[in-house]
């Protein structure tokens, strides 16, 4: 979730996941942790490039937002097409290939942790 443009509704988002596919919501939560604010730039750089790339496109030079007043009239028309899409679109593969790579360590971790505490017992 945290490859979404979504800040502040990760920990949400990835909470809802979690309890539709009966997962482990500490793991959503620890999950959610990847996106930080020094891995948030890297991130949403990759999932623009990616993004534009996917719905074929080139990117696109956005004018002056004045975020304080988007946000104060709810109103992410103006940012939705030049930047959210993209960043959606192009978050949903990283998300996809972070998940699996971090799926597999995590499964070789707990493997490893597994054998050793058998080794020791005997």
């Not at 959610?32 to 020094?38: E, Y």
């Not at 709810?74 to 593969?93: C, E, R, T, Y």
Request: hydrophobic share 55%; with cysteine.
């Amino acid at each position: 979730m945290s490859c979404t443009p979504f800040l502040g509704f990760h920990f949400m988002m990835a909470f809802c996941l979690a309890f539709i596919l009966r997962g482990n919501m500490i793991a959503a939560a620890l999950g959610t942790a990847f996106g930080n604010p020094l891995t948030f730039p890297l991130i949403f750089a990759a999932a623009y490039r990616i993004g534009v790339f996917l719905l074929g496109r080139a990117p696109e030079r956005v004018g002056e937002a004045n975020l304080f007043t988007l946000l104060r009239h709810l109103d992410f028309a103006p940012l939705w097409h030049p930047i959210l899409k993209p960043i959606l679109v192009g978050g949903l593969p990283l998300a996809a290939i972070f998940g699996a790579v971090f799926y597999v360590l995590t499964w070789q971790s707990v493997r490893l942790f597994q054998q050793r505490g058998k080794r020791r017992k005997s």
